[in-house]
Nanobody
Framework: QVQLVESGGGLVQAGDSLRLSCVVS????????LGWFRQAPGKEREFVAG???????RYADSVKGRFTISRDNAKNTVYLQMNSLKPEDTAVYYC????????????????????WGQGTQVTVSS
């Protein structure tokens, strides 16, 4: 059974930083695509960042230059470093993984991902 467990969310002020972590179990971690999505109240879940097996990354335009996704295969963990946070970054953040084996393209569609964490709340006050 594949499990994804996020941590690191919280309440911060605009301009602050946070690092989210997601530990993945039950899946061959090193070959998987991994991602972060977020969902604000009343809005659809949206892609934030993704990383493939070779550590190539993709970002939503709204977070480019502020957020960094990375992976540690030895720890089965994917991270999202979030800097210069804005109130519009407030959302529940979800970690995601898929069943693929060494697939290069990182999809921005939530339907392309197979596994999800329970979510962690990030609130940015102005």
């Amino acid at each position: 059974q594949v499990q994804l467990v996020e941590s690191g969310g919280g309440l911060v002020q605009a301009g602050d930083s946070l690092r989210l972590s997601c530990v993945v179990s039950g899946r061959t971690f090193s070959s998987a695509r991994l991602g972060w999505f977020r969902q604000a109240p009343g809005k659809e879940r949206e892609f934030v960042a993704g990383i493939n097996w070779s550590a190539s990354t993709r970002y939503a335009d709204s977070v480019k230059g502020r957020f960094t996704i990375s992976r540690d295969n030895a720890k089965n963990t994917v991270y999202l470093q979030m800097n210069s946070l804005k109130p519009e970054d407030t959302a529940v953040y979800y970690c995601s993984a898929d069943r693929s084996f060494r697939t290069t393209v990182v999809s921005t569609a939530s339907t392309a991902w197979d596994y999800w964490g329970q979510g962690t709340q990030v609130t940015v006050s102005s």
